[in-house]
């Protein structure tokens, strides 16, 4: 499938236009179960529309398997899955967002993320994000920087590279021995 035909002329231009300034990033946001999530854009590499990816033995569930994206094999996975949301069936909205992984390790990865939709772009500055409660050890965090309140509603700011890293592809964050991986990396 190509890209998605829907207006993401919007989208595009808040890739090209990101602030240089750390005290401000921008974030695309996405809806998952009624909640807004949101990555860093300049992990951003393109959104999809949904399309069926070719399934891989042993993965967990989360990991719907791989597309063929100009060449380059990409780990799809659903984020409804990886947070253990209640499954949802594919629709018009639903898309692929690839994100590139800014890892600290020596190579790059490009994964697929299925989200139900995409929804804005905001640009948020450092202090208007704010911590997580301590849910204690019950609720994993790990991989959620922050929340932020944006136009009266709260967005969950995702970090991507401990998402990704901290068990989808199989390898820990604590983890620097690329053996353990279930997928090899994709750069």
């Given at each position: 499938?190509?890209?998605?035909n829907i207006d993401t002329d919007h989208l595009n231009q808040g890739i090209?236009?990101?602030?240089?300034?750390?005290?401000?990033?921008?974030?695309?946001?996405?809806?998952?179960?009624?909640?807004?999530?949101?990555?860093?854009?300049?992990?951003?590499?393109?959104?999809?529309?949904?399309?069926p990816a070719t399934s891989i033995p042993n993965t967990p569930d989360y990991?719907?398997?791989?597309?063929?994206?100009?060449?380059?094999?990409?780990?799809?996975?659903?984020?409804?899955?990886?947070?253990?949301?209640?499954?949802?069936?594919?629709?018009?909205?639903?898309?692929?967002?690839?994100?590139?992984l800014s890892s600290k390790s020596k190579s790059s990865r490009t994964v697929?993320?299925?989200?139900?939709?995409?929804?804005?772009?905001?640009?948020?500055?450092?202090?208007?994000?704010?911590?997580?409660?301590?849910?204690?050890?019950?609720?994993?965090?790990?991989?959620?920087?922050?929340?932020?309140?944006?136009?009266?509603?709260?967005?969950?700011?995702?970090?991507?590279?401990?998402?990704?890293?901290?068990?989808?592809?199989?390898?820990?964050?604590?983890?620097?021995?690329?053996?353990?991986?279930?997928?090899?990396?994709?750069?």
């Open positions: 499938m190509g890209m998605m090209a236009l990101q602030d240089q300034n750390t005290s401000t990033s921008q974030l695309l946001t996405f809806i998952l179960g009624g909640e807004e999530y949101g990555v860093d854009i300049l992990n951003v590499q393109e959104i999809r529309t949904w399309e990991v719907l398997g791989v597309i063929n994206l100009r060449g380059l094999i990409v780990p799809i996975i659903d984020l409804r899955n990886r947070f253990e949301m209640e499954r949802a069936e594919y629709g018009p909205l639903t898309v692929i967002v690839i994100v590139k697929g993320m299925v989200v139900d939709e995409v929804s804005d772009v905001y640009n948020i500055s450092e202090g208007e994000i704010g911590e997580l409660p301590d849910f204690g050890s019950i609720v994993g965090t790990e991989f959620i920087k922050g929340v932020a309140s944006v136009n009266e509603k709260m967005v969950i700011i995702l970090d991507i590279d401990l998402l990704i890293d901290t068990g989808v592809l199989g390898n820990d964050a604590e983890s620097d021995d690329d053996e353990s991986q279930v997928l090899p990396a994709i750069s």
